[in-house]
């Protein structure tokens, strides 16, 4: 479904990714773990066309994402939930949400949709008129990911869903993703709770210093000692 | 003797409202502009000079009726928005704030040069005397109620816009998170033409409401230009409802010092008060607390 080839990425001079070859297959949940500044939040927004890439290649279902002009890739069934969530404070959660609708294929099923989102997070509903920025953490976060499925998405990105959110509304996030999963959804998530989302991911990739330094079944990734000893501390 | 002089402060505080209500109508258009695309149309009221002699030509030239022509000039000067961000603004978007402020600056004066070039020095009016309503013993022009209904008519068509549409949420978002518009499907360059128009379809609707009550000339800007930029730094840049709030502000203030005094004792107790509150409030009259 999504292909990067020998992706290079940056910001001016400073470049984050170097050569990340990745692939997200229809169904699939894969997650890309590695420490901060390794380059997960650059690898999201070179997919979702935030930031061009200097060097490679990325296809969504066969179309080329660099020739897509940025407003248009969400069309193609990518939807992006950004780090640190970036709801827009100062709208109601209904308004965050009809943004998440705005592409003329979504707005024709806003009600639909709505229905949908509002099902999977009742607590939504009963915010809808509430500025986003008055909740909390972890309802921000829903409404985020809820203001990315308004787009009936094929793939959806996960930019750290877990950061800055108490233990017990982390673990309610990553049952939300398996809940999503089981729809039918591809899911690409990035995190830096690797405990967690290897128990919730098919696949997964390490991302160091820009680079893939491995990548294998959740289970291999588990029973991987370096990735044991640097990121689940045993 | 009290009677009488409480009749004409009721005037004068009916007449500030009324005044109030166009004013906020500018703010407005400008306020959007600044909250949307992050520059400041310093030749904002040059539009409206523009939209003036518009309706000028249309209604003494060509002979249309003025209620046919005013569609055709707010069209016009939403057109003249359009293209000022296109030929202007856009290629700046980058650029520090003071080259963006000193390029609407030189905008300003090629439209004052233009006017002067093309429709000359001389004042002109559209000839429509419109009568005077007396109520109360209050001498209240028709001009001045048109202009005010008309206002508030297109700030709330505006408000429903921005709460109704598609097109007016994403206005709303896009100064609160520009980066991630793209997100959500939004083309940014689409939006920020969009609200050019908008803010220049206001302006155009200023026009046919002050030519009722103002001489044109290339330098009728200056009447109520340099007050719009007060009222939309004193309710705080951005801010709609501090801009609306400001607004009625000054037109009391310009109002009723005129009644006191002559009107342009009451220009100078506004840009006095305008002065004092920028030592109280500088963050304008409904500063968001950060």
Known sequence: MLELKSVDAGYGTFQALFGVSLDVKAGEAVGVIGPNGAGKTTLMRVISGLIRPTAGSISMEGT?????????????????????RRLFPRLTVEDNLKMGAFMPEARARFAERLEFVFDLFPRMKERRHQMAGTMSGGEQQMCAIGRA??????????????AGLAPVVVQQVFELVKRIRSGGLTVLIVEQ?????????????LLEAGSIRASGSSQEMLANDSIRQAYLGV | MTDIFDIYLLEAMVNGILLGGVLALLALGLNLIFGVIDVTWICYAELVMIGMYGMYYMVQVFGLPYYVAAPFAILLVAGLGALLHLLVIAPLLTAPPINQLLATGGVLFVLQSFATVAFGIDFRNLGIR???????????????????????IGMLLVYFFMKRTYIGTAIRAISQDRQIMALMGVDTRRIYLIT???????AGLAACLLVLQYDIHPFVGLSFGPITFLIVVLGGLGNFVGGFVAAFVFAEIISLG??????????????????VMMFIRPAGLLARRS
């Open chain 1, 64 to 84: 080329d994402i660099l020739k897509t002009p940025e407003h248009r890739i969400v069309s193609l069934g990518i939807a992006h939930v950004p780090e640190n």
């Open chain 1, 149 to 162: 499925l308004m787009s009936d998405p094929k793939l959806l990105l996960l930019d750290e869903p877990s």
């Open chain 1, 193 to 205: 709770n690797v405990q967690q989302v290897l128990k919730v991911v098919d696949r997964a990739y």
């Open chain 2, 130 to 152: 419109m009568p005077v309503l007396k109520l109360f013993e209050m001498h209240l022009s028709y001009s001045r109620l048109l202009a005010f209904a008309a206002a508030l």
């Open chain 2, 196 to 202: 050019s128009a908008l803010g220049g379809a206001l």
């Open chain 2, 258 to 275: 005129g009644l006191f005094s002559d009107l342009e004792w009451g220009y100078v107790l506004a840009f006095a008060f305008f002065i």
